[in-house]
């Protein structure tokens, strides 16, 4: 069964940083692509950002461009996402995602979001 | 970057009524969407991807069609359960788009 855990939510001040860490188990987690998606309280789901199976390529939505950093350890199945200058409106839920599979360089058309963890609250507060 | 709507942002429907959620996107994905359910205080759920292919596990009343740039999610014979927000996602660039969201709730 696959199994996507966070960690590393809590409560940060304005202008500080974070690192959410989510371990993966139940699948060949190098061989997925993988991706962080928050949602703020009572809003919907706001993409932030993935990585390729190698971690060669990484992309990032508007909000968290030059902010944020992903990245993974296949050795530890595990995905990373660094937050810097956090603000008020990064408080959410933050998901760690499994994205679409690759192999060889080849990477399958779908791309959808078929596994999510439970998530894990980030509270941007002074 | 590509733009996703949905309509309505709100259904309310009975117990057995046949649903249908519309969700638009501002160029072609093709048929690059899927379908996501979410309760409150869960993560969301996969139902339909590749516009139209049921996620394995998902009840056999949830059907996708659409390609291009209008979708359409429909739940055959509503069931209790089925009362939760959904939301479209593109993921024909790399910039995966979600919907708004539709929220399903009881009349």
């Known amino acids: 069964e696959v199994h996507l855990m966070e960690s590393g939510g809590g409560l940060v001040q304005p202008g500080g940083s974070r690192t959410l860490s989510c371990v993966a188990s139940?699948?060949?987690?190098?061989?997925?692509?993988m991706h962080w998606v928050r949602q703020a309280p009572g809003k919907g789901l706001e993409w932030l950002s993935n990585?390729?199976?190698?971690?060669?390529?990484?992309h990032y939505g508007d909000s968290v461009k030059g902010r944020f950093t992903i990245s993974r350890d296949n050795a530890k199945n595990s995905l990373f996402l660094q937050m810097n200058s956090l603000r008020v409106e990064d408080t959410a839920v933050y998901y760690c995602?499994?994205?679409?599979?690759?192999?060889?360089?080849?990477?399958?058309?779908?791309?959808?979001?078929?596994?999510w963890g439970q998530g894990t609250v980030v509270t941007v507060s002074s | 970057d590509i733009q996703m709507t949905q309509s309505p942002s709100t259904l309310s429907a009975s117990l057995g009524d046949r649903v249908t959620i519309t969700c638009r996107a501002s160029?072609?994905?093709?048929?690059?969407l899927a379908w996501y359910q979410q309760k409150p205080g869960k993560a969301p759920k996969l139902l339909i991807y590749?516009?139209?292919t049921l996620e394995t596990g998902v009840p056999s009343r949830f059907s996708g069609s659409g390609s291009g740039t209008e979708f359409t999610l429909t739940i055959n014979s509503l069931q209790p359960d089925d009362f939760a927000t959904y939301y479209c996602?593109?993921?024909?660039?790399?910039?995966?788009?979600f919907g708004p969201g539709t929220k399903v709730d009881n009349k």
């Open positions: 995602v499994s994205g679409g599979q690759c192999s060889n360089g080849v990477c399958q058309t779908d791309a959808s979001f078929h596994h």
């Open positions: 139940g699948f060949t987690f190098s061989d997925y692509e």
């Open positions: 990585i390729t199976t190698g971690g060669i390529y990484t």
């Open positions: 160029q072609s994905l093709y048929t690059s």
């Open positions: 590749k516009a139209s």
């Open positions: 996602q593109q993921y024909s660039t790399y910039s995966w788009t």
